[in-house]
T-cell receptor, first 112, second 112 residues
């Protein structure tokens, strides 16, 4: 079946602009996670949804970052007033059980 | 440009040899551990997991060993193949039931 999909795959934006990154989880997966991955590092947790409820947003760096999953399926991670330090690979994962998380291909964000 | 390999521990093996990749963790509350494989340009791919009430688990060509006394995890790959070349990450839950914390990756290179 189809895996986790993310769009866009690449996003280049100017400093100060807002960006929205989309995640489409595996059908039927109730849990959805956002991570950020720097080059050469493992993914770093940002936030977690169980159905439409955001259960944990402790990993979001600051209040410019927000996420939603209004219907318990597709999720959007929004970064307002982007800064160069926001440049990274943003990965989404989904799971049916609590543990086995399936990762998407990621969105490479570059802020110029 | 910057290379992932400049910042990662590396392991180079000959095709057909066995590989052992090691990981240390610090959180004694962790009760679940996972190994992920990440190929260039792709998201992390689940390989095998182990719970803290076990010290060994075997999959197809892979074995994970857990030593809780010294907080050490290892991944053994039997008869390593060129397709096994990738960055390998260990991850643990730190007592959470959803938040994965990734260790430093290891770049495995298999020489034909």
């Amino acid at each position: 079946g189809a895996g986790v999909s993310q769009s866009p795959r690449y996003k280049v934006t100017k400093r100060g602009q807002d960006v929205a990154l989309r995640c489409d989880p595996i059908s039927g997966h109730v849990s959805l996670y956002w991570y950020r991955q720097a080059l050469g590092q493992g993914p770093e947790f940002l936030t977690y949804f169980n159905y439409e409820a955001q259960q944990d947003k402790s990993g979001l760096p600051n209040d410019r970052f927000s996420a939603e999953r209004p219907e318990g399926s597709i999720s959007t991670l929004t970064i307002q007033r982007t800064e160069q330090r926001d440049s990274a690979m943003y990965r989404c994962a989904s799971s049916l059980t609590a543990y086995e998380q399936y990762f998407g291909p990621g969105t490479r964000l570059t802020v110029t | 440009g910057e290379s992932v390999g400049l910042h990662l521990p590396t392991l180079s093996v000959q095709e057909g040899d066995n590989s052992i990749i090691n990981c240390a963790y610090s959180n004694s509350a962790s009760d679940y551990f996972i190994w992920y494989k990440q190929e260039s340009g792709k998201g992390p791919q689940f390989i095998i997991d182990i719970r803290s009430n076990m010290d060994k688990r075997q999959g197809q060509r892979v074995t994970v060993l857990l030593n809780k006394t010294v907080k050490h995890l290892s991944l053994q790959i039997a008869a390593t193949q060129p397709g096994d070349s990738a960055v390998y990450f260990c991850a643990e839950t730190g007592g959470s039931n959803y938040k994965l914390t990734f260790g430093k990756g290891t770049l495995l290179t298999v020489n034909p």
